[in-house]
Nanobody
Framework: QLQASGGGLVQAGGSLRLSCAAS????????MGWFRQAPGKEREFVAV????????YYADSVKGRFTISRDNAKNTVYLQMNSLKPEDTAVYYC???????????????WGQGTEVTVSS
């Protein structure tokens, strides 16, 4: 089970840190990803981190502004979001997969989402 938190309302240029807590003993074996879905749009890839944390990939739209990290001892993955823009407004979801990838179809487990609103 994945539980995302940390969303909220922030002004453009501000920062938020999302957290995704996982239950179970196998968290450290999963690749973890963050996706987002804006109103009326399809769910899109944001970032992914390998099970060890050594490999990370980002969508071009967030590269240089967002940072994904994980703490396997705490069964938690994070998404630090800086220099937020109004176009970052979306519901953010964490997900778990067995492979590093950007397609939502490769992720088996999903959290419930946390809403991020960036005002201009």
């Amino acid at each position: 089970q994945l539980q995302a938190s940390g969303g909220g309302l922030v002004q453009a240029g501000g920062s938020l840190r999302l957290s995704c807590a996982a239950s179970g003993r196998t968290f450290s074996s999963y690749v973890m990803g963050w996706f987002r879905q804006a109103p009326g749009k399809e769910r899109e890839f944001v970032a992914v981190i390998s099970s060890s944390g050594s490999t990370k990939y980002y969508a071009d739209s967030v590269k240089g502004r967002f940072t994904i990290s994980r703490d396997n001892a705490k069964n938690t993955v994070y998404l630090q979001m800086n220099s937020l823009k109004p176009e970052d407004t979306a519901v953010y979801y964490c997900a778990a997969s067995g492979v590093v990838g950007s397609s939502p179809t490769s992720y088996k487990y999903w959290g419930q989402g946390t809403e991020v609103t960036v005002s201009s």
